[in-house]
Each structure stands twice: as structure tokens, then as C-alpha cells.
């Protein structure tokens, strides 16, 4: 592996439903996750994140880990109903203790926190009672929440994430309602989204008059398959870009530009919201950096029946908007959750943010895969997962030698956890959970890397 920049940050990331476990105790609320995941048939084997990894209990251990591994930055979320139980009014001291001591573990054993305030666990007060992410009060909520967090926490923490992969939360959990809240429409997930990046533009604006002082930086971490014409067709070409931007220029052309892509706007019409110009200059500018998820490839093609839906797992959206048909190369090698590996997707990917956006640092706040292995004797012989870590961060070095400014790498995930639908049944950490007895195993993954790191001059 060739040497990053010295200034290179390595990582791993979590979510606080996904593994913290603790989900009813010490003033928490419920939040739809908890609400979704008891209904059944919505999730695979019928699980649920009540005890998951169990983080909330032994986040001493959790960092203790993360210190053997070597890893220097930590992402992690917030549970929005455990510091904010009704996800307003009265915040919840004992959720505040929480975070504070995991902060402090952290920074003490040399590891940088960087926080995320919502990853998908809205507390369900909101949903009922203020139809959550569709509802015109959210914005606020979200930003009186992310008040408190930068109250309680912004003296240590100095990395901020405002929201985790918008496009999921408007996609599959109100366009398509395979994730929580369930809902199906194909007008609530660009209601959803609108009201996503003014809770964004909301937060960051609080942050930045209130908490300038305290020096951070603060962002948003999207989400982006990689879109490859089928052919060299202008159709196909045209139709990769159109992809391109329904998928994350949707949330981050308001961001760079202070408004929706052109072609969002002339094909859905009346669907999509529009900004007031008040809203569009609260919104523009509203990144320090520009974060980035991304795991896979798909190609595009044009449409030849317009009317016809991907079959592909919520990874289209909403093609019929988009006029677009994915598909994906029989010769490549398939993760678990049936996600292509494609290493130099996420290449392109980088360079098609560079040139859009005018050459932002990015910051990779997700990359992984995911693998049926099981354990020898007390390690994992993690070939399939090493393999790709060396592809696509091989693939991000090619990207930082043309001029793309990649600050940063971190790894999904820091531990198995609750995959969301696909319950317990993937593997994406690179600490192994049993899940009878929440032991810990450590994976040949790991080791690589922590190898990686060093090797760097970490």
C-alpha cells in the first residue's frame, strides 16, 4: 500500500442504534428503529437492536479495542432520543453522562471523536406527533437538538456530522418503506429531504454563530453508489448523469450550489419542494468538507420502459423518476448484501465530487464490505474483506495523486452489528460480536488495518 498524506486520517465507524443495545433504559425514549423493528416481518429473523453489541454498557472495552487496532478517529452517532427522549423539550442528563464519559474515554486513550447527530434513529414522539422528517417543525426540533449537543460536547468534540446519508432516510424509509418509518409514497421522499437539509443548514448556522468559538468543523456524509453508462451510448451517458445527481447532487448541488439539480426540478414538478430565497442562502455553504459513503457500482442504462421499477434493493431510488435502468456485471465478485466490488467506482466517484464541487476536502465516512465468515479456532480468515479494503484504498490513492483533496478513510464497521432489514445475518465489522454471549474476537481484517496505519507513519 502506498503512502497517504501524513496528514491522513484513519478510522472506523458505528451508530448508536446498530450497537449500543440499551434501547428503554435510563430516560430514553423510543425512536422508530425501536418502534419498526418490533413489527413483524419488517426485519430479517425477526431481530432487533435492544442489546446489539451492547456498546452502551461496554464502551470501555469498545475503546480499548480501537486503541489495540490502532485506529485514530472514531465516528460514532448520537442517539437523538436518548440525550432528547421526546426529541424536544427536556433533555435527558443520564444520555448527556453517557456520551460525555465515551468522549473522554476516547480522547484518553488518543482517539479523535467525530460525531454524528442523526443516523436514522428519529425519536418516535416526532414521528407521531409531528409526522417526522415530512413535517414543517422538524427543521427547528433538529436544531434546538443539535444545540444541546453542541453545548454539552463541542468543547472536546471538534468533528461534526450533521446527518448520516440523508437519501436512505427519504428513500427507503418514505419512498420505498423498507426501513423505518415504513412509509410509501413517491412525493414524501423529496418532502423528507427538503426538510433534511434545512435541519442541516439550521444546526450548521447555530453551530457556527453560537460555537464558532470552539473552533470545529462540521458537514454532512451523503451517500453514492457509483453510476457507469452501459454502453458509450449518449443515453446511457446521459442517464449515468442523471443518476448521479438524483442520488447525491439531490442533497449536495443545495449545499455547493444553493438549490436542486436542473433535472430534479423539470421532472418532478410540483413534488419537489422548493427553497424561499431565504432558505437557499441559509442552505448554500452550509459544509466545511464534503462527506462521503460509498461501498459499490452499478451500471446505467436508459430507460426502455419508463414505467418499469429497479429490482435492485433500494439501491435505485426511485427509477421511474429517473428514466433509468441499473443492472450490474455478471463477472463481479458479490458481497453478502449482493453489493458489486468495483474499486475503481469509487475513483470516479471522488473525481465526479472534485470536479462538481470545485475541489472540496472529502473525507470517506464510510467504506466496507460485507462477508459470511465465521470463526477458526478464534480468528477469521478475513481474505474476501482485505482484499477489498486493498482495492478501494488503492483506488483512493490513484484519486489523491490526480489532485482529489481525500482527507480522510473510516471503516464500516468498527463491529458487527444490527444491519438495519437484514437484521444479524451480515458481517461488516472488523470485530466480530457472538451473539449469545457478546464476546469479541478480534479479525485478520483488523490486523490489516492496523498494518495500514502503521505502515503510513500514523
Not at 419498526?36 to 432487533?48: E, Q, R
Not at 418514505?174 to 433534511?196: D, I, K, M, T, W
Not at 464490505?369 to 478501494?392: C, H, M, P
Request: glycine share 10%; hydrophobic share 35%.
Amino acid at each position: 500500500m502506498k503512502q497517504f498524506p501524513n496528514d491522513f486520517i484513519w478510522g472506523a465507524s458505528t451508530s448508536a442504534y446498530q450497537i449500543e443495545g440499551a434501547y428503554d433504559i435510563d430516560g430514553k425514549g423510543p425512536s422508530i428503529w425501536d418502534a419498526f423493528s418490533s413489527i413483524p416481518g419488517k426485519i430479517k429473523n425477526g431481530d432487533t437492536g435492544q442489546v446489539s453489541g451492547d456498546h452502551y454498557h461496554r464502551f470501555k472495552e469498545d475503546v480499548a479495542l480501537m486503541k489495540q487496532i490502532g485506529i485514530k478517529a472514531y465516528r460514532f452517532s448520537i442517539s437523538w432520543p436518548r440525550v432528547m427522549p421526546a426529541g424536544k423539550g427536556k433533555a435527558n442528563t443520564r444520555g448527556i453522562q453517557f456520551y460525555s464519559a465515551l468522549i473522554d474515554e476516547l480522547l484518553e486513550a488518543g482517539i479523535t471523536p467525530w460525531v454524528t447527530l442523526f443516523h436514522w434513529d428519529l425519536p418516535l414522539a416526532l414521528q407521531l406527533e409531528n409526522d417526522g422528517w415530512i413535517g414543517p417543525e422538524i427543521p427547528d426540533y433538529f436544531a434546538a437538538y443539535a444545540d444541546v449537543c453542541f453545548e454539552h460536547f463541542g468543547d472536546r468534540v471538534k468533528n461534526w456530522i450533521t446527518l448520516n446519508e440523508p437519501w436512505v432516510m427519504a428513500i427507503l424509509g418514505y419512498g420505498l418503506g423498507n426501513f423505518a418509518p415504513g412509509r410509501v409514497s413517491n412525493a414524501e421522499p423529496y418532502r423528507a429531504g427538503h426538510n433534511q437539509l434545512l435541519a442541516h443548514a439550521k444546526a450548521v448556522d447555530v453551530y457556527r454563530k453560537k460555537y464558532g468559538h470552539q473552533g470545529g468543523q462540521i458537514g454532512m456524509a451523503n451517500n453514492c453508489d457509483w453510476r457507469e453508462p452501459l454502453t458509450d451510448s449518449q443515453k446511457d451517458k446521459d442517464a449515468a448523469q442523471r443518476a448521479l445527481e438524483f442520488f447525491l447532487a439531490w442533497f449536495a448541488d443545495p449545499i455547493y450550489f444553493g438549490d436542486y439539480p436542473a433535472v430534479m426540478k423539470q421532472r418532478l414538478g410540483a413534488r419537489l419542494p422548493a427553497f424561499t430565497e431565504a432558505e437557499k442562502e441559509l442552505v448554500k455553504g452550509s459544509a466545511d468538507y464534503f462527506g462521503l459513503n460509498h461501498y459499490t457500482t452499478m451500471y446505467v442504462a436508459g430507460a426502455t420502459d419508463p414505467n418499469r421499477k429497479s429490482t435492485v434493493y433500494g439501491n435505485g431510488g426511485l427509477t421511474e423518476d429517473q428514466d433509468i435502468e441499473l443492472s450490474m456485471d455478471k463477472t463481479w465478485k458479490r458481497t453478502t448484501m449482493n453489493w458489486a466490488v468495483v474499486p475503481w467506482g469509487c475513483r470516479k466517484l471522488l473525481e465526479w465530487i472534485d470536479n462538481r464541487y470545485g475541489r472540496p476536502d472529502i473525507y470517506l465516512t464510510e467504506n466496507g464490505s460485507a462477508w459470511n465468515d465465521s470463526k477458526v479456532d478464534g480468528t477469521v480468515a478475513d481474505a474476501n474483506r482485505i482484499e477489498y479494503f486493498q482495492g478501494y484504498l488503492g483506488e483512493c490513492r490513484k484519486a489523491i495523486e490526480k489532485g482529489v483533496k481525500l482527507k480522510g478513510y473510516f471503516a464500516w464497521s468498527l463491529m458487527d452489528n444490527f444491519e438495519w432489514a437484514h437484521g444479524y445475518s451480515q458481517r461488516f465489522g472488523m470485530i466480530h460480536m457472538d451473539y449469545q454471549s457478546l464476546e469479541r474476537t478480534m479479525k485478520d481484517s483488523a490486523n490489516w488495518y492496523a498494518g495500514v496505519i502503521r505502515d503510513n507513519g500514523v
